[in-house]
């Protein structure tokens, strides 16, 4: 497991404005690095709402590294390392400044992943909740390492994200996880989607003000395409190209009449360089 390090306060000064509010309340005030260097700032991006908490959704950031071809994996199923130990270290303060980190089934089964923060300072009390997106209850998280870093200490104990009302509902796996059950109404035509408003309601009900979804390439490509669900959009760009066949990220093409035109955008960017990779920060643009 490679070290992870505090960032420049100027990384950090780049960063915060695309952060949810009040991020200081977390913010460790040890262990980081002076950065002579000066960075022009971006003007801070203007909150949808100011007040977050009257919103039925928490805040929302959507942060993927990507290769230069616009992949995020070489194959379906592979885990790909892209991000260097900058945006690496970024991606875990990124992780201190939100109360959840969010995935879908799809990834949790073949990546296994950790889904703690491990920044310098922090501590269980401002680790993230780790989300799992699993309607069908697909995902064991028994033996899983979120379940393992939780029974140590190191991390929370991950929600489980299904599909109904939790009737009749018993098995092994309870006291490593809590699940959380929502339900989809009477449309039973797609069992295994679960709508992205009442994912984010249930979230927010159930306490958590800020969440940072890292994957997979379905729930971002689909989430680039509903810019009044999402607050941030944080992309680490690697120095690589994965070649094709290679999963990417790509929302689906937009038409209106008979013209095709760009499924998203974003407003309000900045880019900066985290060692070899390259930064891009944005809101997502949505149509008035």
């Known amino acids: 497991m490679s070290e ?5 306060e100027a990384d950090i000064s780049f960063l915060k404005p695309y952060l949810p509010p009040a991020i200081g309340l977390r913010e460790p005030q040890h262990d980081r690095k002076d950065d002579s260097q000066s960075a022009e700032q971006p003007p801070p991006p ?9 919103q039925d959704r928490p805040f929302v950031t959507l942060t993927y590294a990507s290769s230069l071809d616009g992949m995020i994996s070489l194959s379906p199923g592979l885990r790909t390392t892209l991000s260097g130990p900058g945006t690496k270290s970024m991606t875990h303060y990124l992780r201190l400044h ?6 879908g089934v799809g990834t949790a089964i073949p990546d296994d992943p950790s889904l703690n923060c491990r920044y310098p300072g922090a501590s269980l ?8 997106v699993d309607p069908q209850k697909r995902f064991h998280v028994r033996g899983s390492k ?3 870093l939780a029974a140590q200490g190191e991390g929370k104990v991950p929600w489980l994200l299904h599909v109904g009302n939790g009737g009749g509902d018993a098995g092994t796996d309870e006291a490593a996880c809590e699940r959380i059950y929502i339900d989809v109404g009477r449309d039973t035509s797609a069992p295994s989607v679960i709508a992205w408003p009442l994912i984010l309601k249930a979230l927010k009900q159930n306490g958590i003000d800020s969440v940072m979804i890292e994957g ?3 729930i971002i490509s689909t989430l680039l395409c509903m810019p009044d669900l999402v607050d941030s959009v944080i992309v680490t760009v690697a120095p690589t190209w994965l070649g094709q066949g290679g999963v990417s990220i790509a929302p689906a093409a937009t038409v209106v009449g008979e013209e095709r035109i ?15 990779d390259a930064v891009l920060c944005g809101r997502s643009q949505v149509a008035v």
């Open 125 to 132: 009390e401002t680790q993230p909740r780790p989300v799992i």
């Open 216 to 218: 997979g390439a379905t």
């Open 46 to 54: 203007t909150h949808q709402d100011e007040s977050q908490s009257a």
């Open 4 to 8: 992870v390090s505090a960032l420049a």
């Open 146 to 148: 979120v379940a393992q």
């Open 98 to 103: 939100h109360d959840a980190i969010l995935i």
């Open 262 to 276: 760009n499924s998203a955008t974003l407003e309000q960017t900045a880019w900066r360089q985290f060692g070899a």
